[in-house]
């Protein structure tokens, strides 16, 4: 009976699950069983809206929104457990982007991106997955030209955590 969505759902799952399963690690602080029960609600969800899929975005686009939202909705339950567990993913985004920070080591950036604003971590977690500004825009709700300034603003934001936690 839905048999006829098997092979594309098969090949979204195939061309989406690492980008869908680094995003959740980074949500919690690289727990794996965690990460893949989320990856695992994530795909349940798209193969039960698969049918509605519109086309108005792309399946990445369309994927990413159902992997923030079910993100989120997992922190915002864990919260009083978990007060920053949305962290560690926006860290390996830094870690790749931030260029000055390429000889930390990840305990560090990790740290430091948990110290961002949760918008500020979505976006650069974004980053490292080498989304464009209007891919970002899309997901986030901002035109691309404020992604571009608040992807500067996160950086130097970041520049100044990292100084501050290994000076002091």
Known sequence: MKNNKNKPFETIYHQHHPMVLQMCLGFVKGDKDTANDLSQEIFISVWNNLEKFRGASSYKTWIYRITV???????????????????????????????????????????????????????????????????????????PTNVRVKIHRIKKRLETILKKNNNG
């Open 69 to 143: 939202n079910t993100c989120l909705q997992y922190v915002k339950k864990d919260k009083k457990e978990r007060t920053i567990s949305t962290f560690e993913i926006e860290n390996q985004a830094s870690s790749i982007e931030t260029e000055n920070a390429t000889n930390l080591n990840a305990p560090e950036l990790y740290k430091a991106i948990g110290q961002l604003k949760k918008l500020d971590r979505l976006i650069i977690m974004m980053v490292l997955e080498n989304q464009d500004y209007d891919n970002i825009s899309e997901i986030i709700g901002i035109k």
